[in-house]
């Protein structure tokens, strides 16, 4: 039933912790998910500095899918996209050849804000890994939900349970947020080759065994999956058809090792074009030198 679980490993990106879940060394993938995230739960007091910020990044052969429980994200990307992200929605950005985008926490810098929730990559399948660059955003409605007792769920991309989600994917796969309240027990079924469930808040038992926040079960394929919550817990689900051997360096997923390095060729060249909303700064190569301080006017 559990091939694997993978317990989140806490990572410093300058400001706020996340906890990374995937890639794991024994297991890259699940589905087309090549990269899964979980941001906080942190408390931003007002005035935080900039440095707290997601500055200009690029991306190719991907999908980013940001979700969030609490908080506000300000999206600007190189297709001129401006976007703030709050619960409850999706952004979905294609990145395909190429595309570069920055993520602030302004509304937090002005106010104060907790911010809490996944940043997920899904990676393209063969043929579409160099389509055009794209953004979409989608609220609530878009997202169908189901409520029964003490389960309540979202379908936040793909299909599942017998629903289908507005936001277009390229490949066959689903992800859902489940709140579970204690007692309740909720059934994942076999749809889907792979599938795990990621353990946001809370604890849930699964075959007789607990399992707690920041765990994520990985499950073999063809059974159901009975959880049910012993505190209330908010779980999500993700999974779907494989897509093969997939290279992640930095911000870059391909199935060619090749063209990850002419995509930092291209970076590093400056080939790569800059939000205009957000173009003054950037984040270079791991390992290359800081970009310039600017200068004093």
Do not use: C
């Not at 509304?107 to 660059?133: S, T």
């Amino acid at each position: 039933m559990i091939e694997l679980v993978i317990d989140q490993r806490r990572r410093d990106l300058g400001g706020f912790e996340v906890g990374r879940v995937l890639p794991f060394a024994k297991h890259r993938m699940v589905g087309p998910f090549v990269f899964f995230d979980h941001m906080g739960p942190v408390t931003f007091p007002p005035g935080i500095p900039k440095t707290v910020d997601v500055r200009p990044h690029p991306h190719i052969g991907l999908s980013t899918v940001t979700y969030l429980f609490d908080g506000e994200i300000m999206h600007r990307d190189s297709l001129g996209s401006e976007q703030a992200i709050r619960p409850g929605e999706v952004n979905w950005m294609t990145a395909g050849r190429g595309i570069t985008h920055s993520e602030r926490f302004e509304k937090a810098r002005a106010e104060g804000d907790m911010m809490h929730g996944i940043q997920a990559w899904v990676a393209l399948p063969d043929g579409q890994e160099e389509i055009d660059p794209a953004f979409f955003h989608h609220g609530a409605s878009d997202l169908p939900t189901y409520e029964n007792g003490g389960l309540w769920a979202r379908l936040v991309v793909g299909k599942a349970f017998g629903a289908e989600a507005k936001v277009k994917t390229h490949s066959p796969m689903f992800y859902v947020h489940w709140n579970l309240q204690p007692g309740t027990r909720a059934d994942l079924g076999a749809e889907y080759p792979e599938r795990a469930a990621y353990i946001a808040t809370g604890s849930v038992d699964v075959g007789g065994q607990t399992f707690h926040a920041g765990q994520m079960l990985v499950f073999a394929p063809g059974e159901t999956i009975l959880f049910t919550a012993i505190t209330p817990s908010t779980v999500m689900l993700l999974g779907g058809e494989p897509l093969g051997e997939r290279f992640i360096e930095w911000n870059f997923v391909s199935s060619s090792k090749d063209r990850i390095e002419q995509a930092k060729a291209d970076w590093r060249a400056g080939r790569m074009k800059l939000p205009d909303l957000d173009n003054k700064e950037f984040i270079p190569l791991p390992g290359d030198p800081p970009p310039p301080a600017p200068a004093m006017s």
